[in-house]
C-alpha cells in the first residue's frame, strides 16, 4: 500500500486543483493520500469527491504554520474538525496576515524590478490562499526568473531586504489547538536545514509534550543523517514515523510518492483522531 500524507493543490502553493491532484495521485499508484494545504481546508470536498471517482482513500488534513523562538515550524494536521473556532479563528488570522506581507513584499519589489499587484492575483486559484509562492510565479511570468527556485534563493529570500514577517502561532499552542480540534499533528519537515533554521531536540520534545504525534521523518528536505537522528528522536519520544512527498505539482520538483507512511502509522491516525474521518 503507498500512502502519501502531505500534498498541496491550487488552494495553497501547488499548481493543479485538488480535484487534479487526487488524479495525478491515482494515476502515480497512491493508494491513500492526504491532501495538506496551506492554513486552508478549502479543497477538502472537491478532492473527496475525486478520491471516491478514483477509488483511493483521502486523509483530510493542513499544514498550520506556527514559529518556535522564533524559528518556523510547519504542522501537518490530519483529520481535524475543519468548523473548529479556535483552530479556525487562528488560521484565518495567519491568512490574513499572510496576505498583507504578500502585498507589502510586491509592493518593495516594484521599487526595483518589474512587478504588480495584479501580476500576483493572476496566479492564485479561485478562493486560494496568496503566499510567496505566487510572487515567484509571477516573477517567472515577468522573465525576472527563471523558476520558483531562482526566486526563493534570490528575490524572495530573508536575505534580499524584499523579505517581510507573517504572524503564526506559537508552535505548543498550535499542537494544543490540532489536538483540541480531534486532529493529529504531526512535525513537517523537521530537519530541513536548507529552508533555514531548525528548532532543536528539545523543542521537538516540548511539543511531544503537548500532544504532537508524530515527525515527517522521510522527506527529501531531511538527508540521510538527519533521518538517523529524528528515527533516534521519535523512539525516544514515542512518536510516530511518517514519510511524504510534499507534492506541489510543477511547483518544486518532489513527486508523488516519492516518500511514503507505513499502513500502521495510518491506522494509528486514524485511530487517534476524532475531528473528521478518511473519505473513501
Request: aromatic share 4%; proline share 4%; glycine share 10%.
Amino acid at each position: 500500500m503507498l500512502i502519501d500524507l502531505h500534498t498541496h493543490s491550487a488552494v495553497s502553493d501547488g499548481t493543479q486543483s485538488p480535484a487534479d491532484v487526487v488524479t495525478s495521485a491515482a494515476r502515480a499508484g497512491i493508494d491513500v493520500l492526504a491532501l495538506t494545504d496551506h492554513d486552508t481546508t478549502a479543497g477538502w470536498t472537491s478532492a473527496g469527491d475525486q478520491a471516491v471517482r478514483e477509488g483511493i482513500r483521502l486523509v483530510p488534513g493542513m499544514e498550520i504554520s506556527s514559529t518556535a523562538d522564533g524559528i518556523s515550524v510547519h504542522l501537518l494536521s490530519y483529520l481535524h474538525d475543519p468548523t473548529d473556532p479556535a483552530l479556525s479563528d487562528v488560521v484565518e488570522r495567519t491568512r490574513n496576515s499572510r496576505l498583507t506581507r504578500a502585498e507589502r513584499m510586491v509592493e518593495l519589489l516594484s521599487r526595483d524590478v518589474d512587478i504588480t499587484w495584479d501580476d500576483v492575483r493572476s496566479q492564485v486559484a479561485d478562493g486560494g490562499s496568496v503566499g510567496r509562492p505566487h510572487i515567484a510565479d509571477a516573477l517567472v511570468a515577468r522573465g525576472v526568473v527563471r523558476d520558483r527556485t531562482e526566486a526563493f534563493d534570490g528575490l524572495l529570500s530573508a536575505r534580499a531586504g524584499y523579505y517581510v514577517r507573517h504572524y503564526a502561532p506559537d508552535a505548543v499552542e498550535a499542537v494544543r489547538l490540532v489536538v483540541a480540534a480531534g486532529g493529529v499533528p504531526v512535525m513537517a519537515h523537521p530537519m530541513a536545514h536548507l529552508r533555514g533554521w531548525v528548532v532543536e531536540d528539545d523543542v521537538i520534545a516540548e511539543l511531544a509534550g503537548a500532544g504532537l504525534v508524530g515527525l515527517e521523518v522521510y522527506h527529501r528536505d531531511n538527508d540521510e543523517a538527519a533521518r538517523e537522528h529524528l528515527l533516534g528522536l521519535c523512539r525516544e519520544l514515542g512518536l510516530l514515523v511518517t514519510g511524504s512527498s510534499d507534492y506541489h505539482g510543477t511547483g518544486k520538483p518532489n513527486r508523488l510518492g516519492e516518500n511514503s507512511t507505513e499502513p500502521h502509522v495510518l491506522a494509528e491516525i486514524e485511530a487517534r483522531a476524532t475531528g473528521t474521518a478518511v473519505v473513501g
